[in-house]
């Protein structure tokens, strides 16, 4: 019998969460390049980066404020929500991390964990998002991928769970060998596409030791995993595979990869990491909300009644638009939803798919989905939409903490 595999099983709604300065916006960047989103990278320090959407964020070279850019990658489709990683914004960080159900941690190669990658960790643990850590800036003088494992393994997690060699080092690091297949991915000079191929001679000896001890990380942490490795005292690579994926969404254990963004290197088997390991809509709890004091929960379900958390209101050159989270329901064009704050109703004008610079118009969006709405006048970012006759708050006016714990 063929089965219909539901479409939100290759959605991931992710974040990106680093310390200022650490490459959050040039690893967005090469994101939608490596997706195809954007067709030319972006560089920071000139203000073309597609995410910088306002003149002040272009400005600052800093990013301040959420945006939502979807791209595909192998099947999938990537909701990427820009999460401000500076501190004067907790509350957009808060808000943003409400909405996500993964997120890739960014830490500079020299400078390890800082002091803000600490406290976006800490948030996000308090939200129960579940991360994978990618290491970059490896090119950089005095970059070394083992002093930031040990500095996520004492300030952040006690088992970071390493799953790349890197190949070379600082001006000469050109590629890594990926532990679970152990096949090196290399990047020629100028070349944006990973070139596959046997683990380079001097490097074996290396991946077999670093393969040992992620099996070992992982047997310690993985009932499954364990009893494999006692039997054969080996995983094989399905096994180590699937322990990842539980063990990323479960927080018992962060997968670190590494590369650099700015040479492009690394991307493409951080999204394939991004895609394998962190949840879909469907992985993650339910929502829940308050309605006259009591709790209900709502599934990530189109045909349940329609929730949504604005997260963010942009001014933009074609009017205001408003970027929802939906949680549960079906939103069409032209549909008529309840603002739980306000408690007036609304009509629904365009619903969009932000692609970097450009829009795709929907004619609706289901529960689990990220879209950009225009039209709305009263919606703030926290607000709750609802259908009308099933009122719910999601987030009551004026609290950052949330609602609801999805640990
Ligand atoms: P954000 O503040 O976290 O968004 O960081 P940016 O993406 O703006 O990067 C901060 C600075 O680091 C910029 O000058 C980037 O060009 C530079 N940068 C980002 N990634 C890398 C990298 O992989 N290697 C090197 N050497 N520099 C990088």
């Not at 970071?160 to 070379?168: A, E, H, R, S």
């Not at 306000?342 to 619903?351: H, K």
């Not at 692609?355 to 795709?360: F, S």
Request: charged content about 25%.
């Amino acid at each position: 019998m063929r089965t219909n595999p539901n479409p939100l099983t290759a959605v991931r709604n992710l974040g990106i969460l680093a310390h200022v300065d650490a490459g959050k916006t040039t690893v967005t960047e090469r994101i939608l390049y490596a997706t195809g989103t954007t067709h030319r990278r972006g560089e920071v320090h000139d203000g073309t980066t597609v995410t910088d959407f306002d003149p002040q964020e272009r400005d600052r070279g800093i990013t301040i404020f959420a945006a939502a850019v979807s791209c595909a990658w192998n099947g999938h489709r990537i909701n990427l929500i820009d999460t401000p990683g500076h501190v004067d914004f907790a509350d957009e960080v808060e808000r943003s991390l409400r909405v996500l159900d993964g997120a890739v941690a960014v830490f500079d190669a020299v400078a390890g964990v800082e002091p803000q990658s600490e406290s976006v960790w800490r948030q996000a643990d308090r939200h129960g998002v579940p991360r994978i850590a990618f290491v970059n800036k490896l090119d950089r003088a005095g970059a070394d991928l083992d002093t930031a494992v040990a500095s996520i393994r004492e300030r952040l997690h006690p088992a970071p769970l390493v799953v790349q060699v890197p190949i070379g080092s600082e001006s000469g690091f050109t590629g890594v060998v990926d532990l679970l297949r152990l096949r090196a991915l290399t990047w020629a000079d100028g070349s944006d596409t990973a070139q596959e191929g046997p683990v380079p001679e001097e490097l074996r000896e290396e991946a077999k030791r670093r393969r040992r001890i992620l099996e070992e990380a992982v047997a310690e942490l993985h009932p499954a995993a364990l009893e494999e490795f006692c039997e054969r005292s080996t995983l094989a690579p399905q096994t180590l595979a699937s322990a990842l994926r539980d063990l990323t969404r479960s927080g018992d254990g962060v997968v670190v990869l590494c590369g650099s963004a700015y040479r492009n290197r690394g991307i493409e088997p951080l999204l394939d990491a991004a895609v394998a390991y962190l949840p879909s809509p469907l992985d993650v709890p339910a929502v829940r909300g308050m309605h006259d004091g009591a709790e209900q929960e709502r599934p990530a379900d189109p045909e349940a009644p329609f929730a949504a958390l604005a997260f963010k209101v942009n001014a933009t050159a074609t009017g205001r638009l408003t970027y929802l989270r939906i949680y549960s329901g079906t939103l069409e064009k032209g549909d008529t939803v309840r603002d739980a704050d306000t408690r007036r109703t609304e009509r629904i004008g365009r619903i969009l798919r932000v692609q970097a610079d450009r829009h795709a118009q929907l004619e609706r969006a289901v529960a689990g989905d990220i879209v950009a709405v225009a039209g709305l006048k009263s919606a703030r970012a926290g607000s709750t939409l609802c259908a009308p006759d099933a009122p719910l708050v999601l987030e009551p006016p004026g609290v950052a903490e949330p609602v609801v714990s999805m640990a």
